[in-house]
């Protein structure tokens, strides 16, 4: 029996997607408790990875070894690095980069990594019907964009570093998980989807902007993932 993978980093993001779970039973493998149950009609396991991308990884192939998994998909808080995203849009990943691999010594750009490339995309059938179904969804307070999500293992505050990975990869959003993920999703063949929810920008103060709007975050990452699962 095939069931999607869900993953995400924290347990705000985990409980508003636990809201929405039914017949959920708990499965712990190594120090990871997976969480197998039904979205509407759709088989599901869910997984806590913590935070940075070495744990993201981990889990992602921990999952991939131990279920029978259709595609993954990735959901949580992401910074805002373009202006014209706000607190509590949501932003579908077209492709994932790494921001912060750099082998730029030996002739490649950043970003760039030995046997994947500059990017890795996202699933496009997937990201097509999520948008199909993206127009279908009632009149809401909040923007749905598709777009670029730049993934590095640090907590983005600084306004020049907003700038700079902005400028570099044309990306929207920041995380510290995605594009682990996706490399592992990659690599073991398996399609792979994001969905993220602005709760900061970088400003120099956006720890506790993050801390305020990471519920709301996750609640809207959570909505968007149930009508994509009806």
């Avoid at 990594?113 to 009149?139: F, R, W, Y």
Wanted: hydrophobic fraction near 40%.
């Amino acid at each position: 029996m095939k069931e999607i993978g869900i993953i995400v980093a924290m347990d705000e993001e985990r409980e508003a997607i636990v809201k929405i779970m039914t017949d959920v039973k708990v499965e712990q493998i190594y120090n990871l408790k997976f969480l197998r149950g039904k979205i509407q009609d759709k088989n599901c396991v869910l997984v806590k990875s913590g935070v940075g991308k070495v744990n993201a990884a981990r889990t992602t192939q921990v999952m991939l070894h131990n279920f029978s998994i259709q595609y993954v998909i990735n959901l949580g808080a992401g910074g805002s690095i373009n202006s014209l995203l706000n607190i509590g849009d949501v932003l579908i990943g077209r492709q994932v980069v790494q921001h912060d691999f750099d082998i730029t010594a030996f002739g490649h750009s950043k970003g760039y990594i030995t046997g994947i490339g500059n990017a890795v995309m996202c699933d496009k059938n997937l990201v097509d019907e999520l948008e199909q179904i993206i127009k279908s969804i009632p009149e809401r307070s909040y923007q749905i964009k598709i777009g670029i999500i730049a993934t590095g293992d640090i907590f983005c505050t600084q306004s020049w570093m907003k700038d700079k990975i902005r400028a570099k990869f044309h990306a929207d959003v920041v995380d510290m998980e995605c594009a682990a993920i996706g490399q592992v999703c990659y690599l073991d063949n398996i399609p792979f989807m994001v969905i993220r929810s602005i709760s900061d920008t970088p400003n120099g103060r956006n720890a506790s902007t993050f801390d305020e709007n990471l519920k709301l975050a996750s609640k809207r990452c959570a909505n968007i993932l149930k009508e994509f699962l009806t």
